[in-house]
């Protein structure tokens, strides 16, 4: 299924529009209409949730109403060491499937009550 990009991926910025493709419950893979790009991405319930509020221009801009429209993914970055996998929490993908649209949110740390996690990654 074929998504606008109306709020940009990180990385992505040029790309206006994904076709997300599902894998299983948990993992879909997007791929860029203009580019080819691939991201893997993993459900938002695949995972403990977090709690956070959509603002409202993000919600305008996909066109959300209700939650029961989106889905929500974390970008999933494999690597050849299983150990060195990540998983970017802090800023999911949002699509609205009725509205066929999506974008990236960056999530607040200190909203969300994480502000010292900032403190605990190593500086380089």
Partial sequence: MQYDVVVSIDG???EKG???EKIDDFFSIIKGVD?????????FGALK????????????KLQISSI????IYYIFVLQSHN??????TFAPIIVNNKTKKMGQIH???KELGL????????NF
């Fill in 49 to 60: 949730s977090l709690n956070f509020q959509l603002p409202d221009e993000f919600k305008d």
């Fill in 83 to 88: 150990s060195d996998n990540s998983l970017n």
């Fill in 35 to 43: 580019t080819d790009a691939t991201l893997r991405l993993m459900s």
């Fill in 107 to 109: 999530l607040d740390l």
């Fill in 115 to 122: 502000e010292g996690l900032n403190d605990l990654l190593p």
């Fill in 18 to 20: 994904f076709t997300l």
């Fill in 12 to 14: 992505f910025e040029s």
């Fill in 68 to 71: 029961d429209e989106i889905s």
